[in-house]
């Protein structure tokens, strides 16, 4: 009996570790992802970039679940912090975070209420519009404002900058509504698209279903 508990008490930290190998495997790509971002000018300003640093996210997420979604998420971060460094003082970055967990955190609960491909895209269809609404907000209030005083600009210097891309845009409500939620619900469709394609096919060196 008491071999038949070591037996089990080494595979649970078996487990651990390779869970923590995961995480941080996953997470390091995530930061170094983060930080090819480019700009999608027909959507957004030039300072609103896309990045893929969601897909191994996300990936992990539906191996592991959806705390392991918020580690990796947390490491992401600070991989960036310390390959690129912050212009906003970190504020960037904590919304980067809550937009991460916003998108992979309600994706892993419903994947993981049922492990299947239905599941999967519901619950990605769901952190992508929770994300998107979120980011809305925190953007309008938080970022732009913090961006602003990085550079020095006032925020009406970024809705004339949206104004550029979308001629209805003419204060923070309409930049939100045109500029900042078709960004992110560009930016998450396609994020959940490429996860959609190649879960199943790496899923085998992570942690099985």
């Given at each position: 009996?008491?071999?038949?508990?070591?037996?089990?008490?080494?595979?649970?930290?078996?487990?651990?570790?390779?869970?923590?190998?995961?995480?941080?495997?996953?997470?390091?790509?995530?930061?170094?992802?983060m930080n090819l971002e480019f700009p999608i000018p027909f959507l957004a300003p030039s300072f609103y970039q896309l990045d893929f640093s969601e897909?191994?996210?996300?990936v992990g997420t539906f191996a592991m679940g959806p705390v392991a979604g918020i580690l990796i998420e947390l490491v992401k971060i600070l991989v960036?912090?310390?390959?690129?460094?912050?212009?906003?003082?970190?504020?960037?970055?904590?919304?980067?975070?809550?937009?991460?967990?916003?998108?992979?955190?309600?994706?892993?609960?419903?994947?993981?209420?049922?492990?299947?491909?239905?599941?999967?895209?519901?619950?990605?269809?769901?952190?992508?519009?929770?994300?998107?609404?979120?980011?809305?907000?925190?953007?309008?209030?938080?970022?732009?404002?913090?961006?602003?005083?990085?550079?020095?600009?006032?925020?009406?210097?970024?809705?004339?900058?949206?104004?550029?891309?979308?001629?209805?845009?003419?204060?923070?409500?309409?930049?939100?509504?045109?500029?900042?939620?078709?960004?992110?619900?560009?930016?998450?469709?396609?994020?959940?698209?490429?996860?959609?394609?190649?879960?199943?096919?790496?899923?085998?060196?992570?942690?099985?279903?």
């Amino acid at each position: 009996m008491s071999e038949q508990v070591l037996q089990r008490g080494n595979a649970m930290e078996r487990s651990r570790t390779r869970t923590i190998a995961q995480v941080a495997m996953l997470g390091a790509v995530a930061g170094v992802l983060m930080n090819l971002e480019f700009p999608i000018p027909f959507l957004a300003p030039s300072f609103y970039q896309l990045d893929f640093s969601e897909v191994p996210v996300m990936v992990g997420t539906f191996a592991m679940g959806p705390v392991a979604g918020i580690l990796i998420e947390l490491v992401k971060i600070l991989v960036h912090l310390v390959t690129k460094g912050t212009m906003t003082a970190g504020v960037g970055d904590v919304a980067n975070f809550i937009f991460g967990c916003a998108f992979v955190v309600p994706a892993g609960f419903i994947y993981r209420s049922m492990k299947n491909r239905k599941h999967a895209v519901l619950g990605m269809i769901a952190g992508t519009l929770l994300t998107s609404v979120v980011a809305c907000f925190i953007n309008a209030f938080i970022l732009l404002p913090a961006y602003g005083k990085a550079f020095g600009m006032p925020v009406d210097a970024f809705i004339q900058m949206g104004s550029a891309v979308h001629g209805s845009v003419h204060n923070l409500l309409t930049f939100a509504a045109l500029i900042i939620f078709p960004f992110n619900l560009f930016k998450y469709t396609l994020t959940s698209l490429i996860v959609f394609l190649i879960y199943k096919r790496i899923r085998v060196v992570l942690k099985g279903d």
